[in-house]
């Protein structure tokens, strides 16, 4: 019967789980670049991560396209044609669907299956994986590229909901087939960055929308008139270029500060980069203007109120743009960049609803109460995001040395050693994992999965047989990172990047602040010191 048992389990040397941008270079490094066996699985029914499973109307990456994709494969970077400045959710899954395809990738992954538990054996230096689909495999290392807004979507406990009477959606599960949203009362319950790109684009289908407002945000326009052909053909001419300025840049995107504070400069210098800025639009904006709006309160008070003041301009109506003004600091909740969300509210057919001051009661069959009045609705599309980053972990019975659970390591937080791996887990890899930078997501992912690549090349090459994130090194760059959180404006709001929009979830900087050059950097000196806070054996 043993004998039986050991024939059904199939050894590979590597397994990916996650088939979006990370999983899918992963799989290709350790597959086509070292020559392993490699199985990928993925959860949905096919390549895209996060632009498979968010669909909803509008939706649309919020960095620049032509540095949100990968820069390792230089002639797909001349051939490809982007649409426009920040890609739409189609194009988006075109394109990794392309470079699966190109890559010959989805061969070596199993789709529609979830990877439900891994265990470690420490006498064997080996994972065992097991899939809802019944297969379990023996595996060298695993390696995570579950990403972190895209599985795990958050529904918040709304009273009546099962008494709704219309159809409800979440924006992170939206269906594949076509929802006819015209002329319908429909509600959007979140305003960050997906219930802004939603929330023009249903407005302009319904006979009525109606925004139910936590937390007003603050919003760059896109702009997408500023790119044209000739952009285009420039890119395309320096690539070469731009990546290297984005790998040693503050936030991985081909551009620095002007490298001035603030306040050191004239009210007329600083509202003229201001408003440059504004016209260029985007998620410059955000990193290309002065050195210190991260971290000087005296600085960054001129950049909120200059973006409230343009809120104020853009809203005719005062009552409605005042609660549209935030009252966090401008870089404590992640950037968003929209095509036109602030005039959408100057629509005879939308209302907004600040559910702080007039808080949401319950569903009743007809649509939604709050402590004030009730709103009639046919159709409900909650934007509240995702339990960000440990959500899709804990989906996962993962379990290390003595039998150590994922989910009581991380109960105070999660933690990881340069968000790659964490102390009591090893030969887990995870790309982006805890502890990691965050910027332009693409080259954050190659940066961890090029290292992922070489280290595992290191361990083969020299017959090591684990190797894992030391607790003390751990622990000093948590600190850091935590360090770093607190020293900036990051620290002064709530939201998913620290947990707070998640009840009773634990609060925990999850992400290093610091300059992305310095991380990458940081990367590179740590393998060429033999792995410097790891421990090989």
């Known amino acids: 019967m043993q ?9 590979v040397d590597a397994v990916v789980i996650g088939a979006g941008f990370s999983g899918l270079y992963m799989l290709h490094c350790l597959r086509d670049r070292l020559g392993l066996d490699v199985r990928g699985f993925e959860a949905a029914g096919g390549v895209g991560g996060v632009w498979y499973y968010n669909r909803y109307p509008g939706a649309r990456c919020d960095s620049d396209g032509f540095v949100y994709c990968y820069s390792w494969d230089s002639e797909l970077l001349q051939e490809w044609e982007w649409g426009g400045k920040y890609p ?73 909901l099962s008494e709704f009477g219309g159809e409800w959606y979440h924006t992170g599960s939206w269906p594949h087939e076509p929802v006819d949203l015209r002329g319908k009362r429909i509600g959007v319950i979140g305003t960050g960055s997906s219930g802004v790109q939603c929330i023009p684009v249903v407005a302009e289908q319904a006979e009525h929308l109606t925004v139910f407002q936590r937390t007003p945000q603050f919003s760059i326009p896109a702009r997408h008139e500023t790119v044209d052909e000739n952009f285009w053909r420039d890119v395309k001419a320096n690539y070469d270029e ?37 016209l260029h639009g985007g998620v410059r904006f955000a990193n290309g203007s002065f050195r210190d709006l991260v971290s000087d309160d005296e600085a960054n008070r001129t950049v909120s109120e200059f973006l409230r003041e343009k809120i104020r301009e853009i809203v005719k109506d005062p009552v409605t743009a005042e609660k549209l003004v935030p009252r966090h ?22 209302t907004l609803v600040d559910i702080r001051a007039e808080p949401i009661v319950t569903l009743t069959p007809a649509g939604v109460r709050t402590a004030e009045a009730e709103y ?9 995001g995702f339990d960000a980053v440990t959500g899709p972990y804990f989906g996962i019975d993962v379990r290390g040395r003595d039998g150590l659970s994922l989910v009581d390591a991380w109960r105070d937080g999660p933690s990881g050693y340069l968000g790659l791996q964490t102390a009591g887990f090893p030969n887990l890899f995870t790309v982006t994992g805890p502890g990691s930078t965050l910027g332009n997501l693409p080259i954050t992912i190659e940066t961890h999965v090029e290292w992922i690549t070489d280290c595992i090349a290191h361990l083969e090459a020299n017959g090591i047989r684990e190797m894992e994130a030391d607790a003390a090194a751990e622990r000093e760059w948590m600190r850091q990172v935590n360090e770093q959180a607190e020293s900036s404006m990051i620290s002064r709001a709530d939201s998913w990047i620290n947990g707070a929009n998640i009840p009773g979830k634990q609060r925990a900087y999850v992400f290093y602040f610091g300059h992305f050059g310095y991380f990458r950097r940081l990367c590179a000196e740590v393998a060429a010191d033999g792995y410097r806070g790891f421990v090989l054996r």
């Open 3 to 11: 004998q039986a048992k050991e024939r059904d389990v199939t050894n």
């Open 88 to 160: 739409v959710q189609p194009e988006l899954l075109r394109y990794l669907e392309h470079v699966a395809d190109r890559h010959d990738l989805r061969r070596s992954f199993t789709f529609d299956t979830r990877v439900t538990s891994a265990v470690y054996d420490e006498a064997a230096a080996r994972w065992t994986v097991t899939t809802d689909g019944g297969e379990t495999l023996s595996t060298r290392y695993l390696v995570t590229g579950i990403g972190h807004l895209s599985i795990a979507r958050y529904v918040p406990d709304l009273p009546g």
């Open 242 to 278: 731009i990546w290297a300025q984005a790998k040693v840049s503050a936030s991985g995107f081909p551009w620095q500060h002007n490298g001035k504070r603030a306040l050191e400069v004239s009210d007329e210098e600083r509202r003229e980069t201001y408003e440059r800025l504004w």
């Open 329 to 350: 600091p401008f870089l404590s909740r992640r950037p968003i960049v929209d095509t036109n969300y602030f005039e959408t509210y100057n629509r005879d057919n939308v």
């Open 376 to 384: 009639p609705l046919d159709v409900l599309i909650l934007a509240t």
